[in-house]
């Protein structure tokens, strides 16, 4: 039979024995509705942990100095200018961008009372600003230990939204970025809490200039040296800054390492941060770098890996339920098939006697499944992504705010759609393939003659 | 056109096998109308399956339009049966949910041809039938005479060489069964068709080309031989 008669016939039949067809397609849609929504939910919740909460960045490798110190007197081993030069030869290094820890600690003392008038006027005027968060901020009285750490500007661009991030003449507040993780963290759970203003874009051009005490410590209050009070200024928020603390620019840290501890500590990082143009090198740079006697920094992607492979596992089950569903409706398909066989003996029958061979029959059988495979995969995607849309406006709504709670809770990759068909086709026709082969065994002298 | 050599055809095995058809040859020229009589259950049925290869488990030898049908594969046979052959069935074998035409152009879904081209045809052999005004209609809504007559027309649809009616007129009554007959006659003689019914009813028929009576799966008369 040639293929456009055959698909003829296939419509035909179909929209004959469309009530059948209806009844027993119902598992597959909801099996299939419901693979596309435990998919969809492990695939965006995959997203927020890869690009929010640990965000990888397959092509940048974080260099350490080596974990074990037994012989870190060995020449070559610090991470200074000269191993930053080392690591920027290796063939497939584009960029080489060293971080510096602050060697001194800092303190902070935030007293709301404290605030010039005219600032906590200007933050009262600011959009979504309620007279109780403004009392929050009068009110506010935290001390706080400051981490900090110095970048290089140039991993960082673009973060810096609201400020040049260089190191600032003297007596100009220091530019300071904060971990858009800990922004988050404090605007899900910390500020909501205490009535204090979430951190925001808007909120951020507003925030004061801040206090911090350089080589002072409120655990260790008989440190020795000048304690040194300078200002800070946030900028902005990024992925790359330090999560327990601030990030200033790599020249204001080196600076105030050497004014306290000498030129060593300004001469020796903490971390490189090497990138690479393309994924396929980064195995040959790395071992390039474990050459160089450097260890590399995975605990980021161990840690996004690991909360990957817990949510990949646990939507894994809910997927192998749905498909369980989808094969329980497999088997109804073919209850459906075998039944609606039985009707159509004669009409088997008769088709054989027109012409019809015994693969045209078991073509228009496993066809007729097949559409009714593809079209109950259809409707069970729609059926899927509305009930994603449905939950994820309610959670959006509804759920209360946590840390990284995202604005869509589902991910739709595009091969979702397209396993989606071929699984309920494969499904359906895996069902039809028994009665289609008992159809195309009937013997139509017997189906004709009504024996 | 047809040259049978000792057909047999038994159902079932050992002491429980029925003999359809013993032995039975015989030859039936181009063109002829040719009648086959005998009592119910004497293989009238299974010899026309055999003929019209709807049938293949059989022994002896069936050539039909100078085809061996024992050499043919099952696509080669259902190709065969398409177009060599129309069937004509006593319970017409019609399908409810198409109408007239519809029911007539089934057949183009398994021929080569174009089948935007089927309507066309149908209608022309449902003309040749006379049901050009009953094309739109369904089986439910036409007399038993009519529905045979829509199964006549399908059967023409692909321009077989050979008919094969299995009591056509079975289901009818005697007038009607006379128009369904001299319809067949007419296919015969005007078009050059060769026809070969099964009936019980000796008397109809009665301008046959040839008879051939069957009898407990024996060709037990046949005029002329």
């Given amino acids: 039979m040639k293929a456009a008669h055959l698909r003829r016939l296939i419509r035909q039949n179909l929209r004959r024995n469309r009530k059948n067809f209806v009844f027993s397609s119902i598992g597959i849609v909801a099996g299939i509705s419901s693979f596309v929504f435990f998919v969809a939910l492990g695939s965006g919740i995959k997203r927020v942990v890869s690009t929010e909460i640990f965000p990888l960045e397959a092509n940048r490798i974080q260099v350490v100095p080596p974990a074990a110190q037994f012989d870190a007197w060995v020449p070559g081993r610090a991470l200074d200018d000269e191993a930053l030069g080392r690591l920027a030869k290796i063939p497939g290094v584009t960029a080489v961008y060293p971080r510096m820890k602050l060697s001194v600690p800092a303190t902070m003392a935030l007293i709301g009372s404290q605030f010039p008038p005219q600032d906590l006027a200007r933050l009262a005027g600011l959009p979504g600003m309620t007279p109780a968060m403004v009392e929050g901020v009068k009110k506010l009285q935290v001390w706080m230990e400051i981490m900090a750490d110095g970048i290089d500007p140039r991993l960082v661009k673009g973060d810096a939204l609201f400020g040049d991030f260089a190191d600032p003449p003297f007596g100009r507040p220091i530019p300071v970025l904060l971990s858009k993780r800990l922004v988050e963290i404090y605007n899900s759970s910390f500020a909501k809490v205490r009535a204090l203003p979430p951190i925001s874009e808007v909120l951020i051009p507003y925030v004061p200039s801040l206090p911090l005490t350089l080589n002072d410590s409120y655990i260790d209050r008989d440190m020795s040296g000048t304690r040194i009070p300078v200002r800070i200024k946030v900028v902005g928020t990024s992925h790359q800054a330090l999560l327990g603390g601030v990030t200033m620019p790599l020249d204001t840290v080196r600076r105030i390492n050497r004014q306290f501890g000498g030129e060593a500590a300004a001469r020796v990082y903490d971390m490189a941060i090497l990138e690479v143009p393309s994924s396929d090198k980064l195995s040959g740079v790395q071992q390039a770098i474990r050459g160089l006697g450097f260890d590399i920094d995975t605990s980021q992607k161990r840690m996004a890996e690991s909360v990957g492979f817990a949510v990949t596992l646990v939507t894994l089950g809910f997927t192998l339920l749905s498909l369980a569903m989808v094969a329980v409706a497999a088997v109804n398909i073919a209850h459906t098939f075998f039944m609606i066989i039985y009707e159509r003996k004669r009409e088997i029958g008769l088709m054989r006697a027109l012409g019809a061979s015994r693969r045209d029959i078991r073509g228009l059988i496993l066809g007729e499944a097949g559409l009714v495979g593809a079209l109950g995969g259809l409707a069970g995607i729609a059926l899927g992504a509305a009930a994603c849309a449905v939950v994820n406006l309610l959670a959006v709504r509804f759920l209360p705010d946590f840390p990284f709670k995202p604005h869509q809770f589902f991910g739709y990759p595009a091969w979702l759609f397209v396993s989606g068909v071929v699984l309920s086709v494969a499904f359906c026709l895996a069902g039809a393939f028994s009665p289609a082969g008992r159809a195309a065994r009937l013997d139509p002298a017997s189906t004709l003659s009504g024996r | ?225």
């Fill in chain 2, 1 to 225: 056109m047809i040259h049978l050599t000792g057909i047999s055809r038994q159902y079932g095995r050992g002491a429980q096998a029925t003999h359809a058809l013993r032995s039975v040859s015989l030859e039936v020229p181009t063109g002829v109308l040719v009648k086959i009589v005998g009592t119910s259950g004497s293989g009238k049925t299974t010899l026309l399956n055999i003929i019209g290869g709807l049938d293949t488990d059989y022994a002896g030898t069936a050539v039909v339009a100078g085809r061996n049908l024992k050499d043919m594969g099952d696509r080669e046979l259902s190709r065969f049966r398409n177009q060599t052959v129309g069937f004509v069935f006593q319970h017409f074998h019609l399908l409810e949910h198409l109408d007239a035409l519809q029911n007539v152009a089934l057949a183009a879904f398994f021929a080569e041809g174009d089948i935007r081209r089927a309507p066309e045809r149908a209608e022309e052999v449902l003309v040749r039938v006379g049901l050009k005004d009953k094309l739109r209609r369904f089986p439910g809504q036409l007399s038993g005479g009519q529905k045979q007559r829509v199964a006549i027309a399908r059967a023409l649809f692909n321009r077989p060489r050979l008919i094969l009616a299995d009591e056509p007129t079975g289901n009818l009554d005697t007038r009607t069964g006379g128009q369904v007959i001299a319809l067949f006659q007419s296919l015969n003689q005007e078009d050059g068709l060769t026809v070969v019914a099964v009936t019980h009813e000796e008397q109809l028929f009665r301008r046959a080309d040839k008879s051939i009576r069957l009898e407990d799966g024996r060709v037990v008369e046949m005029n002329p031989t």
